[in-house]
């Protein structure tokens, strides 16, 4: 039997390991903190149709619709709050425009929405914005225990895990931090922007983001996950630091305000003017905010990569990757497992794995992976 | 023997002694505000960080470790 050993026990590595141990692979999944204790915690746990390129728009579509017939348990507390996209002047709008074309393309509704009808749907939004794209379809799941709920099904599978510090990986071996070793015959880094640490050639680096929670609430302050027209430049963009309005409601009646993008920054302290900067941004759109009482904030690291797309595959012979998700670790959680699954299986892919080639960054192209050396064979 | 001063959380009358804070008071009732699931929580860290003792007076929320209590206040745990 093929033995596959994680490095990693987030929303990724626990969803690897759900599709590895249920297609009957030997699987350990190795982790040093609790499950889903990383950027999975951290998050929003958004499930969002975000348009992005043709590459992330096929994993995101592919993995939306695996979520969808996921039935997760109720303490993941599955929000069907939807995306409301909110546009401030007519470029923004026309922006939501061609975003409601690519979404409609890919398979998904996507309602326009008049600026007089925003202030009904959501009446403490500013009221001279000049539009709105909703997207009924997305959800927010709380992910920690998605990843919980995904490491069940692992381990009702045969699944097993060792909770120890990895000190390095090589192929088809881990080196743990107390001196032991784990073979297997692939090592699969699932470990987000800390798999750098274990494979430092890996172009994967940390995107701080802050987040803030306000205390509960009796009657909601929004109904929808509100995010700015302009969130995709900042997701997308380049620049040091970045904030975009993105707030969701939760199950609660407590208010999860983002968000916020920090490039190069290694340590994880809240900063207060990033957050002030983040939630004033937050107040343009929401002036209501001020109203709120803040409960905490805290921040986690995404794992960005130079073009902006994953890293899923194999690195070399015996090592595979799947990380480098930026924001959207959760919504892309399910179909990267199927296709890191389906490439160290030997299988053949449901979608095209070039994009996320993890040695696309190559200074000369490395020789594509020959399938039959590479898989592992088919699993008894 | 000290003043004792009376306020209410949550229309439960509650004397303590002139001084206290109304986290205090808050845990000489035993607790009062409850989890959204309803479990009991009570205050934590008595120092403003753990948000457990928070409480809304006069339609401000705020922290009952940081609140002096007075004579006649009234304040509730669930706005």
């Known amino acids: ?269 809240v900063e207060p003017a990033i957050l002030q900067r983040m939630l004033q941004r937050a107040a343009t759109y929401l002036p209501g905010i001020e109203r709120l009482t803040a409960l905490r904030a805290w921040t986690g690291m995404r794992a960005a990569t130079p073009d902006g797309e994953p890293l899923i595959g194999w690195i070399e012979d015996g090592l595979a990757v799947a990380t480098g998700h930026e924001g959207l670790g959760i919504t892309q959680a399910p179909a990267t497992a199927e296709l890191l699954s389906q490439l160290v299986l030997g299988w053949r892919p449901t979608i095209d794995p070039a994009p996320y080639c993890p040695q696309r960054f190559a200074a000369k192209p490395a020789r594509r992976p020959d399938p039959e050396r590479h898989a592992l064979g088919a699993v008894p | 023997m000290s003043l004792r001063i009376q306020l209410w959380i949550d229309d439960r009358a509650v004397s303590v002694p002139a001084g206290s804070n109304v986290a205090a008071a808050m845990l000489s009732l035993g607790g009062a505000h409850r989890s959204v699931h309803g479990e009991p929580r009570a205050p934590v860290c008595g120092m403003g960080v753990c948000w457990e003792c928070r409480v809304w007076l006069d339609g401000i929320e705020t922290r009952g470790c940081l609140l002096s209590a007075a004579d006649g206040m009234r304040v509730r745990t669930d706005g």
């Open chain 1, 1 to 269: 039997m093929t033995r596959f050993a994680i490095v990693g026990a987030g929303m990724i590595g626990t969803a690897v390991a759900c599709e590895l141990a249920e297609a009957g692979a030997d699987v350990v999944l190795v982790h040093d903190g609790p499950v889903g204790g990383g950027a999975t915690a951290a998050g929003m746990g958004h499930l969002v149709a975000l348009p992005g390129s043709p590459g992330q728009t096929e994993l995101t579509q592919r993995s939306l619709a695996l979520w969808r017939s996921h039935s997760l348990p109720d303490d993941c507390e599955t929000l069907c709050c939807g995306t409301l996209w909110v546009a401030r002047d007519t470029r923004e709008l026309e922006e939501l425009v061609s975003q409601a074309w690519v979404l409609r393309d890919a398979g998904t509704p996507a309602e326009l929405i008049p600026a007089k009808r925003l202030r009904v749907l959501e009446p403490e939004l500013r009221p001279d914005l000049a539009g709105g794209l909703r997207v009924l379809s997305d959800r927010a799941i709380y992910a920690p225990r998605a990843a919980a709920e995904l490491w069940r099904r692992a381990h009702s599978a045969g699944a097993r895990r060792r909770q120890a510090r990895v000190a390095a990986v090589a192929a088809g071996q881990i080196q743990m931090a107390n001196g032991t070793t784990l073979e297997a015959d692939c090592v699969v880094l699932a470990a987000g922007d800390r798999s750098r640490l274990l494979w430092p050639q890996l172009p994967v680096r940390p995107r701080k983001g802050h987040l803030l929670i306000t205390t509960r609430r009796a009657t909601p302050f929004i109904y929808h996950q509100i995010i700015e027209a302009g969130y995709t430049r900042s997701a997308h963009g380049r620049a040091d630091a970045s904030v975009a309005c993105n707030v969701q409601p939760r199950p609660t009646g407590q208010v999860l305000i983002g968000s916020s993008r920090q490039e190069g920054i290694e340590h994880a302290d």
